[in-house]
């Protein structure tokens, strides 16, 4: 769904570069959606919104509809990294899972393009309007597993990754082939709902007035 200050342009509509890049991996923060059990990333209440919906599962892509954390999709582009791991901060109605980190998704990234010029027309007030880059990535590959199936981020683990540190929405974590190989065997290795994701997102999506407009002109 298409929001006010969020570009208003098909994916498909984009001229795509592209994407050569090692196997290598880097992990990226987002913090859930507060009245679901699904890891799903936020949504907004109400409209209008600047909530940028990212990891756009819908799509497969990630810096399209805004232009959030730039440094970190400026970073995988280059480091020309091949995988995109999602890492949620789990903040749903599940206690047992609350407040705790979870690898829960991958996108494999095939095509890149420049955004700048694209968000500086939809975007009143764009964080990359004085960058000379901002990066979107879209990908051929959309897997994310259940809360259950997702991967528990514990400090064994993150030592392993070779981080350290406390952990937020600007940590980026790379990880070399072999890594990236073991982490992308365990999580294609259980069910793929991105499906069930995007699904959950829609139903609790608040009613676009502007869709409410355009249907009352079609009768």
């Known amino acids: ?3 006010e200050g969020i570009v208003r342009k098909p994916v498909s509509a984009v001229q ?11 992990i990226t923060v987002y913090v859930t959606d507060s009245v679901s059990e699904m890891p799903i990333r936020e949504v907004p209440e109400e409209f209008p919104t600047d909530v940028v919906p990212d990891p756009n599962y819908e799509t497969g892509t990630v810096g399209f509809y805004g ?10 582009h280059k ?3 091949r995988y995109m791991f999602f890492m949620a901060k789990y903040m749903g109605t599940r206690d047992e899972f609350a407040d705790n980190f979870y690898v829960n998704g991958f996108y494999r990234i095939s095509k890149w393009t420049e955004a700048v010029k694209l968000h500086m027309r939809y975007l009143s007030e764009p964080s990359c309007a004085n960058l ?4 979107a990535f879209l990908a051929d590959e959309v897997h994310f597993v259940s809360l259950e199936d997702s991967i528990a981020v514990t400090k064994e683990v993150l030592s392993k990754w ?3 540190g406390a952990l937020t929405r600007q ?5 070399d082939e072999e890594k990236t190989t073991e982490l992308l065997a365990l999580l294609r290795g259980k069910e793929n ?6 699904e959950e997102t829609r139903r609790l999506e608040p009613t676009d007035p502007e869709a409410e407009v355009d249907e009352e002109e079609e009768e």
Do not use: H
């Open 1 to 3: 769904m298409f929001l």
């Open 16 to 26: 795509w570069q592209d994407y050569r890049a090692s196997n290598t991996g880097l």
């Open 79 to 81: 480091s020309r990294i």
């Open 171 to 175: 940590s980026r974590i790379i990880l």
């Open 193 to 198: 709902i991105t499906k069930a994701y995007i």
């Open 162 to 164: 070779g981080f350290s």
């Open 132 to 135: 000379d880059t901002c990066t």
């Open 67 to 76: 232009c959030s954390r730039t440094k970190i999709r400026s970073t995988l």
